[in-house]
């Protein structure tokens, strides 16, 4: 092997986290004298520069950058096992046998509304049954690179594009056309979809591009051609908690994904409108990049997940299309 140590892949690490020899060799324990004779060796034995140095700071090449990513993940899988074969065995008094305990981050991408009303409660949950295990969650809802942003774990809806991605469904829902029953009282209720061209429709921007035309079918019926309605509105945004925010204040219709909504839908703060027609199909899946080992306490999280959405008989849409 060209690597002779996992000091050499941790020297890598700490010198991309601080930007320089001396934080690394501080991080190490080491002598920054003894860091800089380390990454040289290493370089040496592979014959490629891995970092750029200057008389205060250090800066990894694109081969040192690309070899700190697979570092970073090497470490982490390897302190996973050694955890399941020291300190790691624990009860299980539900099995009456010995289950391994999770250690190690998880870096979770989700979007703002999807977390914040109904994931962070099952994160809390996680986080608690499994004290070993860190949590680096990003929110927002512009899409992230599962690979090259490095993240263990992300959840997004629709339909998937990457096959670059193992993807594990985690609900199957549908949009839906809502909105606060102040707004209706205000303004009266839309009888079908093609009326929705006289409301204020609160809309989405993905990316660059503004959602304008909203879709729908007949519930529970056979599968026929679709409606699309090109909706006006003057509120747009790209956060899909401040579109529920509005809906809530009763600034117009909004076309959201059931799975966001059912709180607010449960409570009476919002209505579903037209209850006979729903809109495209949402489902939630949980996407890891395909190329790795899946460490245990992704695939664990991932479980608790989608127990924690599983939704209840009363829920389930009856239309598939």
């Not at 996973?80 to 010995?98: C, F, N, S, V």
């Not at 076309?255 to 966001?260: A, F, I, N, R, V």
Request: hydrophobic letters at 40%; aromatic letters at 4%; proline letters at 6%.
């Amino acid at each position: 092997m060209d690597i002779e140590n996992t000091s050499e892949l941790r020297l890598l690490i700490e010198c991309a986290r601080g930007g320089s020899l001396t934080a690394a060799s501080r991080e190490m324990g080491i002598t920054p004298a003894a860091a800089s004779a380390m990454l040289k060796k290493v370089e040496a034995r592979l014959g490629v520069r891995l970092a750029e140095r200057s008389t205060r700071a250090l800066r990894l090449t694109p081969a040192g950058e690309r070899l700190r990513e697979y570092a970073q993940r090497a470490l982490e899988l390897l302190d996973e096992g050694l955890a399941q074969i020291t300190e790691g065995l624990e009860p299980d008094g539900a099995k009456g046998g010995r289950s391994a305990a999770l250690r190690g981050r998880i870096r979770l991408s989700a979007s703002s509304d999807l977390t914040r009303r109904i994931v962070l409660p099952l994160l809390d949950d996680f986080l608690d049954q499994h004290p070993g295990v860190d949590l680096q969650l990003s929110v927002g809802d512009a899409l992230q690179d599962v690979v090259r942003d490095e993240v263990d774990l992300a959840l997004r809806y629709g339909e998937l594009a990457d096959s670059r991605l193992v993807a594990r469904k985690l609900y199957d829902g549908r949009r839906l056309l809502v909105a606060s029953p102040e707004f209706l009282k205000r303004h009266g209720r839309p009888a079908h979809p093609s009326e929705l061209t006289r409301f204020e429709c609160i809309r989405f921007k993905i990316g660059e591009r503004l959602e304008r035309d909203w879709r729908f079918w007949r519930r529970d019926s056979p599968p026929v051609m679709p409606i699309d309605v090109t909706v006006q509105g003057r509120r747009c945004a790209d956060d899909g908690g401040i579109a529920h925010q509005w809906a809530l204040e009763g600034r117009g219709l909004t076309y959201k994904s059931e799975l966001d909504i059912r709180d607010s839908l449960a409570s009476g703060a919002l209505v579903e409108v037209m209850p006979e027609w729903v809109g495209r199909p949402m489902p939630l899946h949980a996407l890891m990049p395909s190329h790795r080992f899946l460490p245990l306490r992704v695939k664990a999280l991932v479980d608790h997940l989608a127990q924690g959405l599983r939704p209840s008989p009363s829920r389930r849409s009856g239309l598939s299309v």
